[in-house]
């Protein structure tokens, strides 16, 4: 969705702006090694491809966290559903379990 479209965007950026290093540092690798930069350019690459992890990261922890919400919430109707038909079963003698769990399945399925 929207969110984590949010967080690979990011990443991009962040995975452009170390490859826009790499390509910097590689043009001039003679200015680079006679001014004994190597070091600080390591650490500044590294440092745009952190940012981009810590962006996958992000993105990962949401979606995990909105598919488990999902879940719970699929889950928790279907324990609301045979608790009440249970209910109904008791005290109506008209109904049987197949028509409780059709109508569970039937109203789990559309609403996915």
Known sequence: GKITTIFVAKKQNALAKAGSVAEEVLSSIKTVMAFGGQTKEIQRYNSFLNQANRQTYK?????SFIYGF???VVFSYYALGLWYGAQLLVDCKDISLGDILIVILEIGGGSV
């Open 59 to 63: 993105k990962h922890f949401t979606t």
């Open 70 to 72: 999902y879940t719970v």
